[in-house]
């Protein structure tokens, strides 16, 4: 019997995935559980318009996502620190201090899990940061360290 799987099922397949199982297993334990529905031609219509919208959807999110990230490359964030007498700053700029900055200047709502920052900035000059907007788009932005 063929099968369109409702729910992950452990050792068949993921949700969405058409699947030719045993009559038994289809009625005695997919079909009840609400695990599976039978794909008739109706379902697999119904499966198609699904994957074609979900299509559209991450096409959508990856065209803003790349004009995002064009956005973002043409910035440059000025973050002020204290220094102290040998040149030492006082202080960092996290991941945290660059995602409040882009909200509060150009009210742009970045998670700051995504700026990729590694250890906090602590010297002066100039510096790049990339972000993570999707697993393949990726901007870079320039931040500039300054003596407050």
């Known amino acids: 019997m063929r099968v369109i799987l409702k729910r992950e099922v452990?050792?068949?397949g993921r949700p969405g995935e058409v699947k030719d199982v045993a009559d038994g297993y289809a009625q005695n334990f997919l079909l009840p559980k609400g695990l599976a529905i039978e794909a008739t031609?109706?379902?697999m219509?119904?499966?198609a318009q699904e994957r074609q919208a979900e299509k559209v959807k991450k096409?959508?999110?990856h065209a803003e996502a790349e004009e995002l990230a064009t956005r973002l490359g043409a910035?440059?964030?000025?973050?002020r620190l204290k220094?102290?007498?040998q040149g030492k700053t006082f202080g960092s700029v996290t991941n945290k201090d660059i995602a409040e900055a882009l909200k509060r200047l150009h009210r742009i709502d970045v998670d700051r899990t995504k700026i990729d920052l590694g250890e906090p900035v602590k010297t002066l000059?100039?510096?790049?940061?990339?972000?993570?907007?999707?697993p393949d788009v990726r901007a870079k932005v320039q931040l500039s360290v300054e003596p407050a």
């Not at 910035?75 to 973050?79: D, G, K, P």
């Not at 000059?125 to 999707?134: C, F, K, P, S, W």
């Open 10 to 12: 452990r050792g068949l």
């Open 83 to 85: 220094v102290g007498e």
């Open 45 to 47: 219509k119904h499966l």
């Open 125 to 134: 000059g100039a510096h790049t940061v990339e972000i993570r907007l999707l």
């Open 75 to 79: 910035l440059t964030l000025v973050f």
């Open 41 to 43: 031609a109706g379902e």
């Open 59 to 61: 096409d959508r999110a």
